[in-house]
Structure formats: C-alpha cells, structure tokens
C-alpha cells in the first residue's frame, strides 16, 4: 500500500537580524526529518514547545516554503508544483489549527467560513455549496443555523468544529491537525477527539496529529515520532514509543506524564541537550527506529 504523503530529508532555515550590512545568524528549525504516513493511520509528531513540530506541519502544506527536501503527496512531488498545480493539489491536504479564536475571518458568517474552499476551487453552484456547507455543519455535530452566526457567537468548541467543516470541505485525503485541541477546555477536548476518530472511522481519514500531550497522543495515535531540536529522534508504533522508549529524550518526555494514581510521585528523568549527537535513526525492533 503507497502512502499517503512521503517526507523525505525536509529542511527548514529561518534567517534573523540580516540587513543591509549585518550577515545575520540562521537557525535550522527542522533538520533532515523524514517520515510517511500510510491511508488510514494517524500519525503522531510529538515534542517539547520549538522542537519543529508545527514548522513540520507547515512545511509539508507549503504554508511556509522549505529550504530542501522532498514531500510526496499520493506520488507527486508537492514541491515542485507551479502555483495553479498547488492550489488544484492542496484539495487533497488541509489544515485544522490550533487556535479556534484566531483562524476563523471574524468578518464573515459560518456559512461562508465553510464554503469558502468550494468557492476557491469553483465548485458547485451557490445552492449546491449551501447544500454541501449543511452537511458538513452536521457532520461535525452542529446545527445548519449555525451557518447564519458569525465566529465569536460560539463557543471555542463549536469554533474548532467549524474549523474541521471547513477542513473537510473538499473530501481532503489527509488532515494537518495542529495541536486542535490544547485551546479547549478539558471536557471540550474529548468531545473534539471523539468526534476526529468517529469522522476517520466514517470517512477513512488520515491524520497528521501534532501535539504535546502525550497522554491524548497515546490514546489516538497508531505510529508516534519524537521531535527535539528539529530532527526526528525516535519513530515506533505508539504502543512501543510509550512502553519501551530507547532515545534518552524520549524517556525523559515521557517521565513528565502527570500520574493519575492519588500520591504517586512523579519521578522526572533528566536529558542533558548538550550529549545530543547527530547520530542517524537506525532500527532497533521492526517498525521502531530510534537516534542512538
């Protein structure tokens, strides 16, 4: 089975304070990181705040362009797409992103949030997109009338959902989620994932999952890679990643899980960032390979 989409060597620098006559100084924020991600899975990136994860996301969705490196999607390199090939192809590749409250155009009505992709890419016509814009408002567990409000007359977690309707809007075969439920309150957060594992179940999704809450990561991720400082550090089934870490990083990230047994205490494993090496993932069990 190919994969959905096929990151290969991707490379993000991010230059600072050059000018005219200053060189500046520059910063490698994704470093060498490869990975695929099969139909179906939900794959998670996981590291501490900085450690590229969201640059990753990014990257891959060209919302931000990489300096080198390769990204497959469905066999076409998403790279090397002239713009009116990217917008044809970004069809099959969206976004859900962190913030609720900041990545819905508080000028405009849900109704039109959500048809928006249908109007960028031309389709339908203006009663067939309002057609689709309620089916979508209801596959996410909304009200069509919500089409008629505008953003901040809903709740962080009605924004988020509407953030997925529209995410969904052009049958995309993978999903960018970015941190989509670290903004919500708790009870909120599992309403929102529930309600993601119920849509890949229904519509056969893929995910890229980002965050850093292990314990929600362990809970819905089928394949986990562990960031730090830009490069991939260790990759494994998350069963594997959670019960046999190997990387020092990766066990040190993992000591920080809050216990939920009343008295236990928590027991933090320290990682000195100065005894990283660059040292390449090599295979230490099938399916897990890990830095060291």
Avoid: W
Avoid at 81 to 94: D, F, S, W
Avoid at 209 to 222: E, G, K, N, T, Y
């Amino acid at each position: 089975m190919s994969a959905v989409v096929d990151v290969r060597h991707l490379v993000k620098d991010f230059h600072r304070g050059r000018g005219l006559f200053r060189r500046g100084t520059t910063v490698r924020a994704v470093d060498d990181v490869s990975f695929s991600i099969q139909p179906g899975e939900t794959f998670g990136l996981v590291g501490e705040s900085g450690s590229g994860k969201t640059t990753t996301g990014r990257c891959l969705l060209r919302l931000i362009e990489p300096t080198s490196g390769e990204v497959m999607l469905q066999g076409r390199d998403f790279l090397s797409l002239a713009p009116r090939e990217l917008r044809a192809a970004r069809r099959h590749v969206q976004i859900v992103f962190q913030d609720p409250y900041s990545s819905l155009n508080p000028r405009m009505r849900v109704g039109d949030i959500v048809a928006e992709p249908l109007v960028i890419h031309g389709m339908g016509s203006k009663a067939e997109r309002a057609g689709r814009t309620r089916e979508l408002l209801e596959l996410v567990g909304l009200d069509p009338s919500t089409a008629l409000r505008y953003p901040h007359e809903l709740s962080g977690g009605q924004r988020q959902r509407v953030g997925l309707s529209r995410a969904l809007a052009l049958n995309p075969s993978l999903l960018v989620l970015d941190e989509p439920v670290s903004a919500l309150d708790v009870s909120v957060q599992a309403q929102v994932v529930n309600l993601l594992l119920d849509l890949q179940q229904r519509l056969g999704l893929t995910y890229l999952f980002i965050a850093h809450d292990l314990r929600l990561v362990r809970q819905i991720c089928s394949r986990v890679a562990v960031m730090y400082r830009g490069r991939l550090v260790e990759v494994a089934p998350a069963e594997q990643i959670f019960d046999t870490p190997v990387h020092g990083y990766t066990r040190a990230l993992l000591s920080a899980i809050p216990r939920l047994a009343p008295g236990q205490k928590l027991e933090r494993i320290p990682y000195d960032g100065s005894m990283c090496e660059r040292l390449e993932l090599r295979e230490v069990a099938p399916g897990h390979v890990a830095a060291i």
